[in-house]
C-alpha cells in the first residue's frame, strides 16, 4: 500500500499570474459549490473538481492520456496534475486551493540540464486502515502496544493523531531498551517495518491522521 495514495484533503496552491491557474480558480469560484476561507482558500470536493476538468480541460487531459506524461513532461498543466491527483488518491474527498499572488513564481525547473514542470502538494489529512498492513495476528498484538502507549484507546477501534505524535511516540517505545524481550521483539519488528513505509513527505507535511484498526483485537486482550 502506497501511502500516498491515502490523503482525504489536500493544499494546491494556484497562481494568479499563470493563465491556467487563474482561470481554473475563477471557474471553481463561479461554476461550482465550493466552501471559501477568506480571500485566497477554498475548498472543492474531489467530485466537483473532476467535473470541472471534464467540462473545461479534457481536450488536454487526453492529450497527454493518450501520450504519456513522461514524453509530455513540459507541457504538464494544472488541469493534468489535478485530474492525475484525483484519480491516484483513492480516498481523496477534498481539496483546498490557495491563491497565491507571487509574480516571480515559475513551477519550470532545469535539472541537469532538462527542462521540467514541477507540481507540488500538502497533505492536509489521510486515512490509515492498519489492517491494511498487518495480518489478523500481528495487528492484534501491535493493537495492545498501541493503547498501552495511549495512541488508541481500548474500546475505540480508531484514533485521530498528527502524525508526528504517532510517528515520535513510536520512535521512543522502539529505541527503549527495556522494550527489548521476547515478547515485545516481534512487535518491534513490525513496528519499525511500518514506519519504513513512510514517506518523508509525511514528515514534512504532518497531516492529521486517522488510524483505524480493529475493535476486536483490541477488546480481546482485556475481556480474556
Not at 148 to 177: A, C, Q
Amino acid at each position: 500500500m502506497d501511502f500516498n495514495q491515502l490523503p482525504t484533503a489536500i493544499d494546491i496552491t494556484l497562481y494568479k499570474y499563470n493563465y491556467l491557474d487563474n482561470q481554473i480558480w475563477t471557474r471553481l469560484k463561479n461554476d461550482t459549490d465550493i466552501i471559501e476561507i477568506g480571500d485566497d482558500s477554498i475548498i472543492a470536493s474531489r467530485e466537483q473538481v473532476l467535473a470541472l476538468l471534464d467540462v473545461y480541460y479534457s481536450r488536454d487531459i487526453n492529450k497527454i492520456k493518450s501520450i504519456g506524461a513522461e514524453f509530455l513532461h513540459k507541457e504538464v498543466t494544472t488541469p493534468w496534475f489535478l485530474y492525475h491527483a484525483c484519480n491516484e488518491m483513492i480516498d481523496l474527498k477534498f481539496i483546498k486551493f490557495t491563491l497565491n499572488t507571487d509574480k516571480q513564481y515559475t513551477r519550470m525547473l532545469e535539472i541537469d540540464g532538462e527542462k521540467m514542470v514541477k507540481f507540488d502538494f500538502k497533505i492536509l489529512s489521510m486515512t490509515v486502515n492498519l489492517f491494511d498492513f498487518f495480518t489478523q495476528s500481528e495487528l492484534k498484538k501491535v493493537n495492545k502496544v498501541l493503547v498501552e502507549l495511549g495512541l488508541f484507546e481500548e474500546d475505540t477501534p480508531y484514533s485521530r493523531l498528527k502524525i508526528d505524535k504517532f510517528l515520535d511516540t513510536i520512535e521512543v517505545y522502539i529505541n527503549d531498551v527495556d522494550n527489548f524481550e521476547d515478547t515485545n521483539n516481534q512487535v518491534i519488528d513490525l513496528l519499525v517495518s511500518f514506519m519504513d513505509l513512510i514517506d518523508p513527505k509525511l514528515d514534512r507535511d504532518n497531516p492529521l491522521v486517522l488510524f483505524v484498526t480493529d475493535y476486536w483485537f483490541i477488546l480481546s486482550e482485556y475481556i480474556r
